[in-house]
């Protein structure tokens, strides 16, 4: 499964809202669709998962939605350490594959 | 919380092999199955291999088939990759990851930095 993520990047202020997409070429099976936060130098982090889950200690100003083919992430309002990098990646079928990222970015 | 840690990465030339292991610690290794995620420099994720919780299962990425081997050792909480034939598209940082949910990857480690290059 393909998944296009939009847009690339991002260029927002904190305390502005921000919405990124995840596009699946075929649907996601369960909707097991998940994001995770990358900082410069870190591994990434998982913050989402079930498309709406949110993970242990993720603030819950971070937010999924979607199911089928079209997945977004909401952060409500943006925190100077949420500038990062966001990935999907679809964990319903083998092999599991992520999106080429969008960057937050101020 | 939950730790993986790989061991140091290195600078191998082409068709050359190296060996990355990833130790764990807090949680229970042996439940979980494991595996590695890689990320070549200023690109994206790619998962690369998994191994079931007992060892008795692995999974390769096609870029990868045949040329790596993925292990482990539960009594030692210890997850190994055996790369060989290592192209200069094999350079990446590599990731220990932990597996929950089939192919969800739910803990990371640091990573290691693998170059391929003469």
């Known amino acids: 499964i393909v998944l296009t993520q939009s847009p690339g990047t991002l260029s927002l202020s904190p305390g502005e809202r921000a919405s990124l997409s995840c596009r699946a070429s075929q649907s996601v099976s369960n909707n097991y669709l998940a994001w995770y936060q990358q900082r410069p130098g870190q591994a990434p982090r998982l913050l989402i998962f079930g498309a709406s889950a949110r993970a242990s200690g993720i603030p819950a100003r971070f937010s999924g939605s979607g199911s089928g083919t079209d997945f977004t992430l909401t952060i409500s309002r943006l925190e100077p350490e949420d500038f990062a990098v966001f990935y999907c990646q679809q964990y319903g079928s083998s092999p599991p594959t992520f999106g080429g990222g969008t960057k937050v970015e101020i | 919380e939950e730790q993986l840690l790989e061991s140091e990465g290195g600078l191998v030339q082409p068709g050359g092999s190296l060996r990355l292991s990833c130790s764990a610690s807090v949680f229970t290794f042996k439940n979980y199955a494991m595996g590695w995620v890689r990320q070549a420099p200023g690109k994206g994720l790619e998962w690369v291999s998994a191994i079931s919780y007992g060892g008795g299962t692995t999974y390769y990425a096609d870029s990868v088939k045949g040329r790596f081997t993925i292990s482990r050792d539960n009594s030692n909480n210890t997850l190994s990759l055996h790369m060989n034939s290592l192209r200069v598209e094999d350079t990446a940082v590599y990731f220990c990851?932990?597996?929950?949910?089939?192919?969800?990857?739910?803990?990371w480690g640091r990573g290691a930095l693998v170059t391929v290059s003469s």
């Open positions: 990851v932990r597996l929950t949910w089939g192919w969800l990857f739910d803990y």
